[in-house]
């Protein structure tokens, strides 16, 4: 499929009469939407700062009559390079369409913008006793346009699920630069094909998204947290297959392989730091919510669960103050990652949660093959693992990519994913013959060429079409 590139100089001189200052082509605005969170740098010809709804049909509708590539974009907070102007083109910057227009107490719903940002939603819900829990680890910059354009997930999808479960309608521009509303505002509806749950998770080749009405619910009145340390990975995945099995459902598991745990080791109490002898240990954090007396029964069950399966030491954290400073352990693992080493690759691949622990014992096997380090943490209730792949030389980049495909084989092979929650963009759209069937690609291929016929709305994303350019 042909790739739309950048704007003339005549039609960027179109695009200015039609847009006035909300066209943006300085070096400093070009700059600042050439990156994400991924490490590719691709500048665009042009952003343009989109204001309304009218603003985004009218670009996409000069995209299609002079053959330019349109990239939406909300805080580029992406991993995956989703939200990058591969082949140059206006970057839709969707960032100033941030309101929240209404949370329904009655209804249990709120309509917003998608540039309003996730924390900002989160805390407008809970001040009327509601709860928005989609909760992805840059909730705080994130927004809730892009979080629905990847799908977004967090800690909390163990008990709550994606953003996908909580779009129950929206408003969007077609690539053709027509506008669709989808879904319906109440909590049912089967009529059609649910276009919503296509545009959601479709890192906007399909559509881009100017409303959306979304799911609430009751704000849950009490939460308490507790961390134990086990000898090593098998014996944490036990506990944490156990507290399931055993009918608790907890808002959040996590874990920290032994590699990590050595990075945050001093944030630790100093009765478990105690206990880190033996260089293989791991951690988890199961945190639980809902009345304060269901939380306290909980937590306490929990405990016992994790006494009787070795745990070496427990962390209780039954009070707001203590669950941040369990928290702080688990936050602090990427940033110290990255102050480590030179080449960083994230991957977020997901397998079965019985199968987390044989999917980290295979990577000492990986390291040692391609002179790399990777650090295992992520969500043990989900069995999304974050595996961070890393070297000290960045001459090593070609060797770090090599062992994250490995990965993601080695993910696949166990029933498992290459992506839980980043998504494939750029960085990850060459691995997606391993997982999707040629008969799958050539349908999902199909629904794209049928909405996009001229390949203008993000081009280049999801699909092996080409290695992606401009690494840092």
Known sequence: MQHPGAPSPDILALLEREFGADLLTSHDAIDARSRDDSGLCLPPAAVLLARSEAQVARLITLAN??????????????????????TGGVVLDMTAMNRILCIDSDSVTATVEPGVLTGDLRRAAKAKGLFYPPDPASLDTSTIGGNAATNAGGPACVKYGTTRDYVLGLSAVLPSGELIQTGTATRKGVVGYDLTRLLVGSEGTLGVITK???KLLPHPAHQQCLAAVFSGLDAAMRAIISVMTRGHLPSAMEFLDAKCLKLVGDLLPEHVKGKLVGGSEALVLIECDGTEE???RAAQDIEAICRELGALALIPAPSDAAREE?????????????ETCAVYIPEDIAVPIGRIAEMVAALPEVEERFGVVIYAFGHAGDGNIHLNLTSPDEAARPRVEQAAEECVRLALALGGTMSGEHGVGLAKRHLLPLEIAPVSLKVQKG??????????????KLFPEGPASGKE
Not at 447 to 460: H, S
């Open 65 to 86: 009559a002079h053959n330019f590539a349109v990239i939406p974009r909300g805080a580029g907070t992406g991993l995956a390079g989703g939200c990058l102007a591969e």
């Open 212 to 214: 959306l009405t979304l």
């Open 326 to 338: 369990v928290w702080k352990v688990r936050r602090s693992v990427s940033t110290r990652i990255h």
């Open 447 to 460: 629904i794209k060429n049928l909405l996009d016929p001229n390949n203008v709305l993000n081009p280049g």
């Open 294 to 296: 269901e939380t306290a």
